[in-house]
T-cell receptor
Framework: NAGVTQTPKFQVLKTGQSMTLQCAQD?????MSWYRQDPGMGLRLIHY???????DQGEVPNGYNVSRSTTEDFPLRLLSAAPSQTSVYFC???????????FGPGTRLTVT | GQQVMQIPQYQHVQEGEDFTTYCNSS?????IQWYKQRPGGHPVFLIQ?????EVKKQKRLTFQFGEAKKNSSLHITATQTTDVGTYFC???????????FGQGTTLQVKP
């Protein structure tokens, strides 16, 4: 199993550009989440999904969209990038009923 | 909204010294999880605590969940350089609820 994979590893965007961060898992996990990590602020939940076709907002959803058309994939879309979205983004997944959450390697995004 | 506060933010210890990080929630939690993130890496699940007053051990690591299920601690006995990293607690209000992370405690260990 590859576990949770994320692409790209690094990305630089200009203000106003849009892009999609990819996340995939091959463990047939129902739950998937997106977090952003900023210095001194821990991990903040952006959006999450409890299964294909179902998504919900986390703590900091503004400026981001998600969809969950398959169990495996959970892309995160930045509609119009802003410097405040400069961060490290982590995708995570877990099996329904299980406690352990598996994180991907992260995407480091810089918006200039 | 639900908040999870974690202290201290940083801790520098000499190898062999003990280390403790504390986590406090503004609301009663269903469960609390602990993660470790090595520098440049991603968070890795360590443990979940569910019961009031629960204590669990993993080798030199001891995890506690408070009686009121609003606070938790992680204690490392006799730190080693391999313990370096950031330790996060994360609380859930229900088993299907959102996982809210604390700010993390970054541990540095001097050999």
């Amino acid at each position: 199993n590859a576990g949770v994979t994320q692409t790209p590893k690094f990305q630089v965007l200009k203000t106003g550009q849009s892009m999609t961060l990819q996340c995939a898992q091959d463990m047939n996990h129902e739950y998937m989440s997106w977090y952003r990590q900023d210095p001194g602020m821990g991990l903040r939940l952006i959006h999450y999904s409890v299964g294909a076709g179902i998504t919900d907002q986390g703590e900091v959803p503004n400026g981001y969209n998600v969809s969950r058309s398959t169990t495996e994939d959970f892309p995160l879309r930045l509609l119009s990038a802003a410097p405040s979205q400069t961060s490290v983004y982590f995708c995570a997944s877990r099996k329904q009923g299980a406690s352990e959450q598996y994180f991907g390697p992260g995407t480091r995004l810089t918006v200039t | 909204g639900q908040q999870v506060m974690q202290i201290p933010q940083y801790q520098h210890v000499q190898e062999g010294e003990d280390f403790t990080t504390y986590c406090n929630s503004s609301t009663t939690l269903s469960n609390i999880q602990w993660y470790k993130q090595r520098p440049g890496g991603h968070p890795v699940f360590l443990i979940q605590l569910v019961k009031s007053g629960e204590v669990k051990k993993q080798k030199r690591l001891t995890f506690q969940f408070g009686e009121a299920k609003k606070n938790s601690s992680l204690h490392i006995t006799a730190t080693q350089t391999t313990d370096v990293g950031t330790y996060f607690c994360a609380g859930q209000k229900s088993n299907t609820g959102k996982l809210i992370f604390g700010q993390g405690t970054t541990l540095q260990v001097k050999p």
